[in-house]
Nanobody
């Protein structure tokens, strides 16, 4: 089973940018579809973005589309999330997730129960 370790979180001001990384170890990285989710205190895990095996397929939540970009480097076993124009609603712990199974449609890609491997997350904090 793949192990996932996120990094790149931190404290930024609203309007600034941040790039998160998720390094994978174990398993064949290119065989996983990958996702980013956000966990805010007292709230359910929320879908942010997902990417397919070769990077050709991407999905975004409506709230981040146009501001965030998900990408992957299969040669480096790394997933990225470039976040720009950050706002207070983007605060939380960002977790990367991986799964090898097929997912049909955006709803399945956005469903956290469709991912079997998770990292522990990296914290994103914003100040106005």
């Amino acid at each position: 089973q793949v192990q996932l370790v996120e990094s790149g979180g931190g404290s930024v001001q609203a309007g600034e940018s941040l790039r998160l990384s998720c390094k994978a170890a174990g398993g064949l990285f290119s065989s996983y579809r990958l996702g980013w989710f956000r966990q805010a205190p007292g709230k359910e895990r929320e879908f942010v973005a997902a990417i397919g095996w070769s990077g050709g397929t991407t999905y975004y939540s409506d709230s981040v589309r146009g501001r965030f970009t998900i990408s992957r480097d299969n040669a480096k076993n790394t997933l990225y999330l470039q976040m720009s124009s950050l706002n207070l609603e983007n605060r939380g712990i960002y977790l990367c997730a991986a799964d090898t199974t097929w997912a049909a449609g955006a709803a399945m890609w956005a469903n956290p129960t469709r991912y079997h491997s998770w990292g522990e997350g990296t914290q994103v904090t914003l100040s106005s």
